[in-house]
């Protein structure tokens, strides 16, 4: 995140964003995605959305080994059996790490198979596209679409700040909070994000000052102060004083 290269945390060969880096279990998956989408899009470079990352859509997690499509996940399989491996481990870690994850039907709505054939997909489509699609969150303001969208905007409004400003990191060893500055001078911004389920008191910095409404939050609370009471998985950018 240094250097001025492509930021992404998922690609066509790696699991769900939200799955891989964030919480893709029902009561955390939307936070969880918004937070990685304040975090990919207040950072330096060219970010990369592989599609569904900006939905939240998240790893299928098969049981089946017939299920897969992947030839690399595939062929792990055989070797394990062969070898007499633990076939039950490898299929676990499959769900978090195959590579087919990150390859079932784009959800559009939550018609046959997404909205994405009318015909027989080459791969099954993540059960979740009933409430998971773009039909549902374009008409919902709360969705992880909109969020996306509204921190694209915010990236695009402060370009000289999150794309080109100067990147600071604050914290280093704290576990769950990931925080760092953007800019210098009179523009300047502080990124929060609590990588973690619990709720978390991060204190500022001595001498640090900030302007108490967010730019952008993934939460519809937020009380500033020298303390920042942050929510599980929850994200904050502020402007500095």
Known sequence: NKGWGTIYLGNHDQPRMVSRWGNDSPEFREPSSKMLTTFLLSMRAT????FGDELGMSNIKFDKIEDYRDIETINMYKQIQLKGGNLQDFMNAQKIS?????????????????????GTPW???????TTVNVEDEAKDPNSCLHYFKKMVLLRKMHKDVLVYGKYQLLDPDNPKIYAYTRGEGAKKMLVVLNFS???VGWDLPAGMQIKPMPLINNYNTF??????????????ILELK
């Open 47 to 50: 970010p990369y959305y592989y």
């Open 98 to 118: 195959a590579r087919d994850n990150s390859r079932t039907p784009f959800q559009w709505n939550n018609t046959l198979n997404a909205g994405f054939t009318t």
């Open 223 to 236: 009380i500033p102060g020298k303390t920042l009471s942050l929510e599980t998985y929850q994200s904050v």
């Open 197 to 199: 389920k619990d709720r």
């Open 123 to 129: 791969i099954k489509v993540n059960p979740n596209y």
